[in-house]
């Protein structure tokens, strides 16, 4: 795969997400998802809404679906960490989430409080019964995305792709 095929995946992603029939966009800003955000915000067909914390974003997919719509929830994975009750609330009312979660607290880390919580997201989020998923390269991206979001909007069913620290990049600290 070429360096520019590696840095567009982004760009893929949201293709995949057009592709799903996706119309709305949930996020705390974070540098992993910033391409992914922009194209959503550039698109009048996608309604892209900030929030204050990632729990939020549940919320958000309960109302979307409730109204006929489709939701991402896109968050980093201390977020994770913030939507353990809410969570609840997808098995209880069973609507579907779709979730991609940039991963910290793996490969090139450079703040430990990350390191925690990066080191057990994907348990936490299958014992709240949560499927996950995993892309560990650019070429991966967008078909794990697109096969979670068939289980997610076909089955009604919660489920979480996990974009590698590797794959979203070292983040530098700068004093």
């Not at 057009?18 to 992993?32: C, E, F, I, L, S």
């Not at 880390?109 to 995993?134: A, K, T």
Request: glycine share 6%; net charge negative; charged share 20%.
């Amino acid at each position: 795969m070429s360096e520019a095929q590696q840095a567009d995946w982004p760009d893929r992603l949201f293709d995949v997400l057009k592709q799903a029939v996706v119309r709305q966009v949930g996020y705390v800003p974070d540098a992993g998802h910033a391409r992914l955000i922009e194209r959503c915000q550039a698109d009048p067909a996608i309604r892209d809404v900030v929030l204050t914390t990632e729990e939020e974003g549940i919320a958000l997919a309960a109302g979307a679906w409730l109204g006929g719509q489709r939701s991402v929830l896109l968050m980093q994975s201390s977020g994770v960490g913030n939507c353990i009750n809410m969570l609840s609330l997808i098995k209880t009312c069973r609507f579907p989430l779709l979730t991609l979660v940039t991963m910290r607290g793996e490969w090139a880390e450079f703040n430990p409080w990350q390191v925690p919580m990066g080191s057990i997201v994907e348990p936490v989020l299958r014992l709240c019964d949560v499927h996950v998923y995993r892309a560990e390269a650019a070429d991966e991206v967008a078909d794990t995305v697109a096969a979670a979001a068939d289980l997610a909007f076909s089955g009604e069913l919660a489920v979480a792709v996990l974009l590698s620290q590797r794959l979203i990049g070292r983040k530098v600290w700068v004093r």
